[in-house]
Every structure is written in structure tokens, then in C-alpha cells.
């Protein structure tokens, strides 16, 4: 069971254009959130978190925004670069022992 | 600053070998989590530990695999005769407190000839 979803695994971008990931959730019961950005044989690199309580939260050229009624979040990154081409997780947690990954979108930015 | 810590980065063993894999968390990080991920998937959770306890192992498989976190030193992630279906990246993190921000290790990449 699926209960975190990335729908599109790939997603080409032109420099300086927006990049925005899609993530959808099942579980009512997550109350946080994060993206992780991952390179080729290197660990996941933890990029933005929100927690339940806020609809939005930014940081420099991210900003993540969670909508709790559609149970969706997305992650914006603007301007993108070439050196943001990576694949993007989305992860939730309910308890907090656990977080529950996507399977990953490529993002490709073209210079 | 040491972030988390994995070694070996790589590791080779035939089937019916044991696997250990070890993950130092990043200091000041009492909670220590590890992931599987298959080729073309994304994480799978297997466990959860604080010093010396196990909080939560419903990702684990009930059979071979074992997994530690010692009052001194890394944790343990173990493997026992090992089979070609284990092969994968396995990824530890840690965080300050439960349910905070994990921080993710490199990974130990097994691979079971």
C-alpha cells in the first residue's frame, strides 16, 4: 500500500523557469512532510519540511506548499538551476516513527 | 560537524553469507532509522531504534534480518545468509528527537552474488 505518491517520475525543466513536484498522500493522519533531494550513490539530502499546521513554508528557492483537504503537497523550486537536476522525494510521517516515502520524480534542469 | 556515517559504502557477499552494516548518527542524534531501497523503488522503512531499543520494526522482515542500536557505539543492521533478493542500497538517518527531521547517511550498497 501506496500511502505516498509521486505520480510523475520524470520532469524536464528550463533554467530559470519553475520546477514544481507533485506529491499526494492517503493517510489523514500524517502531520509532517519533507523533501528530500537525492544525486546518484549519495544518501537522500534533506531539503524542506512542513508540518500539518502551516499550508506553506519557504526556504531561499523553495517553497513547499501542503493542502490538507485535497491531501496533496507540492514542492517549487524558482529560479531552478542545472546543479537542482536530481531525483525529489516526498516523505510523511503520522507518529513520528516512520516516514512513508514516494517513489521519486527526476527532475531535469536544462540549461 | 560529521554528518551520518555508513560503512562500508559497498559490500559484496555470496548467498548464504551474513551481511553487517553499520551507521553512526550524527552527534547529538539519539534516534536512528534504516531504509531499503530496490532498484527503480523508493525507501522502504524497516526500523526504528533508540540506544538500546527497538521502537519499531514492522518494515523488517521477520526472518535474517536483525538490527541494533548499543548504548556505545554504531548500529547494527544485520543480515543473515543473505539472498540475491537483498541485494539493494540500505540507508540509515537519524534525527535529534522522534518524529523530528531525519538526516540521511550515504548508504551501504549489498550486493549478493
Known amino acids: 500500500d501506496q500511502q505516498v505518491k509521486q505520480n510523475s517520475p520524470s520532469l524536464s525543466v528550463q533554467e530559470g523557469r519553475i520546477s514544481i513536484l507533485n506529491c499526494d498522500y492517503t493517510n489523514s493522519m500524517f502531520d509532517y512532510f519533507l523533501w528530500y533531494k537525492k544525486y546518484p550513490a549519495e544518501g537522500p539530502t534533506f531539503l524542506i519540511s512542513i508540518s500539518s499546521i502551516k499550508d506553506k513554508n519557504e526556504d531561499g528557492r523553495f517553497t513547499v506548499f501542503l493542502n490538507k483537504s485535497a491531501k496533496h503537497l507540492s514542492l517549487h523550486i524558482v529560479p531552478s538551476q542545472p546543479g537542482d537536476s536530481a531525483v525529489y522525494f516526498c516523505a510523511a510521517s503520522a507518529s513520528g516513527n516512520q516516514f512513508y516515502f514516494g517513489t521519486g520524480t527526476s527532475l531535469t534542469v536544462i540549461p | 560537524n560529521a554528518g551520518v556515517m555508513q560503512n562500508p559504502r559497498h559490500l559484496v557477499r555470496r548467498r548464504g553469507q551474513e551481511a553487517r552494516l553499520r551507521c553512526s548518527p550524527m552527534k547529538g542524534h539519539s534516534h536512528v532509522y534504516w531504509y531499503r531501497q530496490l532498484p527503480e523503488e523508493g525507501l522502504k522503512f524497516m526500523v526504528y531504534?533508540?540506544?538500546?531499543?527497538?521502537?519499531?520494526e514492522s518494515g523488517m522482515p521477520k526472518e535474517r534480518f536483525s538490527a541494533e542500536f548499543p548504548k556505545e557505539g554504531p548500529s547494527i543492521l544485520r543480515i543473515q545468509q543473505v539472498v540475491r533478493g537483498d541485494s539493494a542500497a540500505y540507508f540509515c538517518?537519524?534525527?535529534?528527537?522522534?518524529?523530528?527531521?531525519?538526516?540521511f547517511g550515504p548508504g551501504t550498497r549489498l550486493l549478493v552474488l
Open positions: 531504534l533508540q540506544k538500546e531499543n527497538i521502537i519499531d
Open positions: 538517518a537519524s534525527s535529534r528527537d522522534r518524529g523530528k527531521t531525519q538526516y
